[in-house]
């Protein structure tokens, strides 16, 4: 019978450099990077050959937000251990934040789930990186896969919420798959925001001057040529701007992948160009009165696009994803939190202990907070998109059949479920938006019914109580909305919402102990079993231990040609000092020169059975 020999100690210099390594990995918990990072170093340098040392080195680096620096350590560990699924996951982590390397960070998360397919993180990382560039549909996939694993993964639950919302990162613009760094495409993008935002501002405001000029102060061939001035204006303002953005030939792409920022753009060319036309309508002595209609329509293009396209986003920002489907899959996570760390309360000490290497309490905790204010964001989306469907029917039913806004009264059914289901207690103001939605639709609805009664001054009320409480239900979410940009903090709209980012890559590697050690190199014959188009084989082999805990194979052409489609391998051997002891080590196989580099996974050892175990 085998047992599990995969968290032994080595020898001596082994045993002092985990030692670090297990003292690093609990300050990074304690979140003290800068300790961890002097902790992993020793152990370094004690055994340049600890893929978990420089795992550690990585983490470290990229908690004090030093990318640069977590990338050759994370390399390294990589090259150490070429096997090991934790080392590909934790590149993988890095190489996404690096410039031009987004497509390298793909690959090393697919090895890592083709290293470790019994393992959610892998998953979780393919669905991350496809979150990140807005492939929400594989986003979805990936981390269904992660939570078949682990239902109760929180990572994989909080951010399948953001997937199914179809939510876009801070920087939509960019695209992660591109060399140029992601700073240098925020600066053209914020030029070219900042272009058209004075533009429109100051189109708008000179319309509402020249305006008020002719019709008030009776200073309308005056006015119009200030008009024309503003029009020069604009003219180094745009030379100003268009300087700043540098990155030209990224401009169309920047559009395509944010069509918001393209749509704002357009909107500010329009903007421009209406002005433009009102003047020369202004400036025309004998202009037909027939013409006036479309001088209104030009002023209003210029003052009331922005407002419009402001109103336009937000509607379409309401509806899109499944923020239902979202907010039930974020709120599991809340709930599988609590039932995991109430089932740990109950663990021993030692497996509590090793629940907690693999998802610390801080994660946890850090994982429930994104949670709890992601689920806040999505109750105000949901009620936003109630808000939106209210809105016309009521205005509906007041224009064409009153009596038909006795349907009023399902449309805040999701509100209600989504809210009570969430239990979020957290956002004061939510609570009272949601009870207006609730008033104004009842109200609304029993005004149709005492319509349909024929019992007008009730109904007059009714109608009165209804478009207050929808009045009142937007003037509530203004105040918030409001209050969150004073205050800086989160607020009620999708920007807000934030994606679960948990440190990957510091489960410990699996070490040799010196018996095992001992066996690859005394043992006489060596079996290497792996899984081809034919089913599992063995083969025999030679193997040796390198002083990193890696085995060298050398074996024959089949097995070579089998780990590319499966490098899940084990290596058998029994040791001829010790006759009744036996070792399996089960790891990954990759290719390299003329052996096999076997990463350990897992260590059995037993004994054979002999006569002493007959009875």
């Known amino acids: 019978m085998g047992t599990d020999a995969s968290g032994r100690n080595g020898d001596i210099a082994d045993r002092s450099a985990r030692e670090w390594c297990d003292e690093a990995l609990a300050r990074l918990t304690a979140g003290r990077p800068e300790s961890a990072l002097e902790a992993a170093r020793r152990a370094a340098d004690l055994d340049p050959g600890a893929e978990w040392a420089y795992r550690l080195i990585s983490l470290a680096h990229e908690r004090l937000g030093r990318d640069a620096d977590a990338a050759p350590a994370a390399e390294q560990a990589v090259e150490l251990a070429r096997g090991s699924w934790p080392a590909r996951l934790r590149l993988a982590a890095v190489l996404r934040r690096v410039p031009g390397r987004w497509r390298e960070a793909v690959e090393h998360a697919t090895l890592a789930a083709r290293f470790a397919p019994e393992e959610p993180g892998p998953e979780v990382m393919r669905g991350d990186l496809a979150l990140l560039r807005g492939d929400h549909t594989c986003a979805e996939q990936a981390y269904r896969a992660a939570l078949a694993i682990d239902p109760g993964h929180p990572q994989a639950r909080v951010n399948l919420g953001l997937a199914l919302l179809c939510w876009d990162r801070p920087r939509p613009h960019h695209d992660l798959a591109w060399s140029v760094d992601p700073r240098d495409t925020g600066r053209a993008r914020r030029a070219l925001e900042i272009w058209s935002r004075q533009a429109r501002l100051l189109v708008a405001v000179a319309t509402l001057a020249i305006a008020g000029a002719a019709l008030f102060l009776d200073w309308g061939s005056r006015a119009v040529l200030g008009g024309f001035a503003v029009l020069v204006l604009l003219v180094p303002l745009t030379v100003r701007q268009a300087r700043r953005v540098g990155l030209w030939s990224y401009v169309p792409a920047m559009l395509c992948r944010d069509p918001w920022l393209g749509a704002a753009l357009v909107s500010t060319a329009v903007s421009v160009l209406a002005f ?8 025309m002595p004998s202009v037909p009165s027939a013409f006036d209609p479309v001088w209104a329509g030009l002023a209003g293009i210029v003052v009331l696009g922005w407002p419009a396209l402001a109103a336009v986003r937000a509607l379409a920002e309401a509806w899109r994803g499944r923020p239902l489907s979202a907010l039930a899959e974020t709120e599991r996570a809340l709930s599988s939190g609590q039932v995991q760390a109430q089932a740990e309360r109950t663990l021993s000490d030692q497996a509590q202990a090793q629940a907690e290497r693999v998802l610390p309490d801080q994660g946890r905790a850090q994982a429930e907070r994104t949670a709890k204010r992601n689920v806040g964001v999505m109750l105000w989306i949901v009620l936003g998109r109630t808000w939106s469907v ?19 009264v399902a449309v805040p059914y999701p509100v209600i479920r989504g809210y009570l289901r969430a239990r979020h207690r957290d956002d004061r103001w939510l609570p009272v938006a949601v009870a207006l939605v609730v008033l104004s639709a009842a109200a609304c609805a029993v005004g149709g019914l005492l319509e349909l009664w024929r019992i007008d001054p009730a109904a007059a009320w009714a109608w009165r109580a209804g478009l207050g409480a929808m009045a009142a239900a937007l003037a509530v979410f203004a105040a918030r909305a409001a209050r969150a940009w004073w205050r800086g903090g989160p607020g009620p709209w999708r920007a807000s919402l934030i994606m679960c980012d948990l440190p990957v890559g510091a489960e410990p590697s699996v070490a040799l102990d010196p018996e095992v050690r001992q066996t690859f190199s005394y043992a006489r014959s ?28 050398i074996t024959e052409t089949e097995a070579w040609d089998a780990v590319e489609t499966d490098p899940r391998v084990a290596v058998f051997a029994a040791d001829p000092l010790q006759r009744r002891f036996w ?7 990759m290719a390299d020169s003329d052996v096999l580099r076997v990463t350990p996974k897992q260590v059995l050892v037993g004994e054979f059975p002999g006569r002493h175990q007959r009875r």
């Open 583 to 589: 070792v399996e080590v089960r790891g990954i196989a």
């Open 276 to 283: 433009a036309a009102w003047l020369l309508l202004g400036a």
């Open 526 to 553: 060596i079996v290497l079993s792996f899984a081809d188009s034919l089913g599992p084989r063995v083969a025999g082999a030679v193997a040796s231990v390198t002083s990193s805990g890696e085995l060298r194979v």
């Open 390 to 408: 209210l809105v016309p029917l009521v205005g509906g039913a007041l224009a064409v059949e009153p009596r038909a806004a006795v349907a009023a």
